[in-house]
């Protein structure tokens, strides 16, 4: 699907989510052409180019950096399979879904519930980048959004 064509099928954020997640997946496989700012084994230069035309390259780029930080945790809920996100910033942590997207940042709450964009924001993109890349950290809690101690 052109880039054009595919931010045309998009319509709201569920849908960016759902192709944020398809780009995504397609990251465990080979690439002919490898990106020069991410994991060449990882990440095409079409992966990226799609998502800078869903996302802008400034959110991308953002997202990135919050990989590179090595602030994202995966979290698995002991017992019941549940997984969540969290993201670790100087002042606070975010809290994001694994299968919907919402996050707890300002961004999230501000600039797409209540103006109603039709974005994600860096936190969401970053979680989902991270996960296919395996480039967070993994842990699990004996409780949802239960907060975890990193040792």
Known sequence: MGNIALKNAVTGPKQYFEMLKVIC??????????????????????????????FGESQVINALEIIEE???IHITVAGSGRTYFQVRRPRTTYV?????????CPS?????????????CKHVIACQMALALRKCQFSTASNYMSTIEMH
């Open 108 to 120: 999230f709450r501000f600039k797409i519930l209540k103006k109603e964009r039709k974005i994600l």
């Open 96 to 104: 994001l879904y694994s299968n919907v997207p919402f996050c707890t």
């Open 70 to 72: 090595q602030v994202i």
């Open 25 to 54: 997946s397609e990251t465990s496989k080979s690439s002919s052409k490898p990106s020069k700012r991410t994991d060449p084994r990882s990440v095409s230069e079409d992966q990226i180019s799609a998502l800078y035309h869903l």
